[in-house]
């Protein structure tokens, strides 16, 4: 694939929402990074405008991300180069000292309602699809897509995160619930945690095992709060912090692993539903799906494992530790 041609930047934040109005925060967001948000109006449209600093951000520090990996995606092409079912509100950024500023179209009407309801199957299913629609966009990737790397990814839940915010004294929830979480996985689930407590502090042969299959350009974050369905059917597809060059089937993992409580199908089922759409754009499965797949579902819960804990041993964390020991057996 060829590298993506640059993507111009506004040269300040003034210039980048030159003739806002009706400036006003975001303080009832779904979002728990830190990020700071305010809605604008511009020549009489709506927008969102997200600062991204890393003294703000837990996210950010966690994932290593020094100048926004949403930047270097816009800035790089990789954004525009997203197949048309992806509606992604980006429509400009500029840099900003401590992090940058995202100019984003106002599509909250779009996005799926923060509630524990389940979601319509066929919007299910379009995430799905539209999914594999991106991933064989980019498909065989190379370094012209690296953003995030793997690693961070897989590090950015870990117990390291933990520590790290609570050593500055961050009063972010989210970083003491992994804490707490991953203190009491060996308690809850023994076995999952002999197998992913280790890779969560250092992931390098999970990472090294997925090298050996095939990569495109992931998201990184496919959770509900970030999706919803636009008026022409499109997947509206917020938060590129945490995108870059990984496995396919990392993302269906994600987004099986987090959206657990609200999803239509079984998990076999979503994995079926992916597969075909990943298969209908052309992508041959048979030699490396076997593989990918039990490699990413043990990843997700050396992402998650601290999450699942929380919840007790239920049939969701049965069925994670379970898929954990079969992907374990095929790292070195």
């Not at 303080?27 to 449209?45: H, Q, T």
């Not at 990814?153 to 609570?166: F, M, P, V």
């Not at 280790?198 to 959770?223: C, I, R, Y």
């Not at 993302?251 to 076999?268: G, M, S, V």
């Amino acid at each position: 694939m060829a590298s993506p041609a640059a993507v111009p930047v506004a040269a300040s934040v003034d210039e980048l929402v030159a003739g806002a109005t009706d400036r006003e925060p975001i303080v009832d967001g779904a979002g728990k990074s830190g990020a700071l948000l305010e809605r604008v109006v511009i020549d009489g449209e709506r927008y969102v405008v997200k600062y991204l600093h890393l003294t703000d951000d837990w996210t950010m520090r966690a994932a290593g991300d020094f100048s926004s990996a949403s930047f270097t995606a816009w800035r790089r092409g990789l954004l525009a180069r997203l197949p048309d079912c992806i509606n992604q509100p980006i429509v400009g950024v500029a840099k900003d000292p401590g992090g940058c500023v995202l100019l984003m179209r106002d599509i909250s009407q779009w996005l799926v309602p923060v509630t524990d309801e389940v979601i319509p199957l066929e919007q299910h299913l379009g995430f799905l699809d539209h999914m594999a629609a991106m991933h064989a966009a980019f498909w065989d990737a190379g370094e012209e897509v690296e953003v995030i790397p793997v690693m961070h990814r897989y590090l950015e839940l870990s117990t390291w995160t933990a520590e790290a915010e609570a050593s500055i004294g961050s009063t972010h929830l989210v970083p003491r619930l992994i804490g707490r979480g991953w203190a009491l996985l060996g308690d809850v689930a023994p076995h999952a945690a002999a197998v992913v407590a280790p890779l969560s502090m250092d992931p390098g042969p999970l990472v090294e095992a997925l090298e050996q299959t095939p990569q495109t350009f992931v998201h990184g974050n496919w959770k509900l709060d970030n999706l919803g369905t636009d008026s022409y059917g499109r997947t509206v597809l917020l938060d590129w912090e945490s995108t870059g060059r990984g496995a396919a089937l990392s993302d269906l993992a994600w987004y099986l692993a987090i959206n657990c409580r609200r999803l239509p199908q079984t998990k076999e089922e979503a994995i079926v539903a992916y597969r075909g759409a990943l298969e209908r754009r052309g992508v041959d499965t048979t030699r490396w799906w076997d593989t990918q797949l039990a490699l990413c579902l043990l990843g997700a819960l050396v992402q998650f494992g601290w999450e699942k804990a929380l919840g007790g041993y239920d049939d969701e964390l049965a069925w994670w530790e379970a898929r954990a020991i079969e992907g374990a057996r095929l790292l070195v």
